[in-house]
């Protein structure tokens, strides 16, 4: 994966259109919640305005995603697919996704400007939204280690150090604790950024 692109990709998409919509597929697990929190701090880094749209059932959920979800609402700005008001100008990211069919605004992708579409993706499906801007590589371990390794490159603190554990947690989970074949030395690389920057790994 290009992260030097990808890093101008979004700095280029903050600056000219501030308005940013992140979902990951539904059903959330840890890595897909987890990298849409990291990428939401990008954008509002960047001087953009994000929400994250999600329209699963609260009774549904992972309880680990149901914790991470009550732990960051209070600063987090989360929405319903049916609350959106688009504009053509608007920026669509997709974290651990990359088909329409598993993501919640399957009837509203055709409303946003392809050009703004990004995806980040660590899985080999055929994608399905012909945007020129994918980001997909089966050889990153998660959605965590794109957004962890994008933090690294892009030199941005997080203000909220809980979001190093939620990205170190997505790593591991995805990983079954390291052993998965596309773990590789940047995985180990990132989770150690992670954990110099205050990831609790003992959650």
Do not use: W
């Amino acid at each position: 994966m290009d992260f030097k692109k990808l890093k101008c990709c979004l700095q280029e998409k903050i600056l000219n259109n501030r308005k940013a919509y992140i979902v990951a597929h539904e059903k959330l697990d840890v890595d897909a919640l987890a990298s849409a929190l990291g990428l939401y701090d990008i954008v509002e880094h960047l001087g953009g305005d994000a929400c994250i749209v999600n329209d699963d059932s609260p009774l549904l959920v992972e309880q680990a995603v149901k914790k991470i979800t009550d732990e960051t609402s209070l600063y987090t700005s989360f929405c319903k697919s049916d609350e959106l008001k688009i504009s053509g100008n608007d920026i669509l990211i997709l974290t651990d996704v990359s088909k329409i069919n598993r993501i919640c605004l399957k009837d509203k992708v055709k409303q946003f400007d392809l050009n703004n579409i990004i995806i980040l993706d660590h899985h080999a499906d055929e994608f399905t939204i012909n945007t020129p801007n994918l980001f997909i590589d089966e050889n990153i371990s998660s959605a965590c280690e794109i957004v962890g390794r994008l933090l690294a490159i892009m030199n941005i603190s997080l203000s909220r150090q809980k979001l190093y554990s939620y990205l170190y947690a997505g790593i591991i989970l995805d990983t079954q604790k390291f052993t998965t074949k596309n773990t590789s030395p940047r995985t180990m690389s990132t989770a150690a950024f992670l954990m110099e920057n205050g990831a609790n790994v003992q959650q």
